[in-house]
T-cell receptor
Framework: SQTIHQWPATLVQPVGSPLSLECTVE??????LYWYRQAAGRGLQLLFY??????ISSEVPQNLSASRPQDRQFILSSKKLLLSDSGFYLC????????FGPGTRLTVL | GENVEQHPSTLSVQEGDSAVIKCTYS??????FPWYKQELGKGPQLIID?????GEKKDQRIAVTLNKTAKHFSLHITETQPEDSAVYFC????????????FGKGTMLLVSP
């Protein structure tokens, strides 16, 4: 069966610091991968998606970037965090259905 | 692009009652409609989905109905239990799950014992 991992689970970072969130998927090959952000009490905002290694599509202009260095690895990064980057970050993969990871709670102070 | 509207934003029911959450979509090309349940601090969990070749699908206490003509679909939960309390999201996709999903804004369901 397929499993999706995200780490870290929680992160507190100062404004202006860099960010790296990692997502890995097990049990499937060549999945479509997605990064979503969820602000407190709000819906799911699609940030990036990838259909293959090195292929990244950005949905919304952000202070963030994404990379896919390996087939089952998806990384979300920032060079300098803003207060507005705080939120719950979710990685997802899709085949015939879409499945979400456990999420990373990011607080920028 | 696709637009998904979800109602109500909050729904409070007594344990044992039924709960219904409704969504409408705008793109007639959408053919896949999943529902997710999100508990506090966790990632959304797929609970049921329906494709446009059927009008209804049921899994124990959960059912989903689809009206392609009216472009709306609904989640029905019968015999609600306190553990059903969560935020529920509907979504739509034009490619049977293989393309990006467009989500509704979510419904917070509160089931009181």
């Amino acid at each position: 069966s397929q499993t999706i991992h995200q780490w870290p689970a929680t992160l507190v970072q100062p404004v202006g610091s860099p960010l790296s969130l990692e997502c890995t998927v097990e049990g499937t090959s060549n999945p479509n991968l997605y990064w979503y952000r969820q602000a407190a009490g709000r819906g799911l905002q699609l940030l990036f998606y990838s259909v293959g290694i090195g292929q990244i599509s950005s949905e919304v202009p952000q202070n963030l970037s994404a990379s896919r260095p390996q087939d089952r690895q998806f990384i979300l990064s920032s060079k300098k965090l803003l207060l507005s980057d705080s939120g719950f970050y979710l990685c997802a993969w899709s085949g015939k259905r879409n499945f979400f990871g456990p999420g990373t709670r990011l607080t920028v102070l | 692009g696709e637009n998904v509207e979800q109602h109500p934003s909050t729904l409070s029911v007594q344990e044992g009652d039924s709960a219904v959450i409704k969504c409408t979509y705008s793109d007639s090309a959408s053919n896949y409609f999943p529902w997710y349940k999100q508990e506090l601090g966790k990632g959304p969990q797929l609970i049921i989905d329906i494709r446009s070749n059927v009008g209804e699908k049921k899994d124990q206490r959960i059912a989903v109905t689809l009206n392609k003509t009216a472009k709306h679909f609904s989640l029905h939960i019968t015999e609600t239990q306190p553990e059903d309390s969560a935020v529920y999201f509907c979504a739509a996709s034009p490619n049977s799950g293989y393309s990006t999903l467009t989500f509704g804004k979510g419904t917070m369901l509160l089931v009181s014992p």
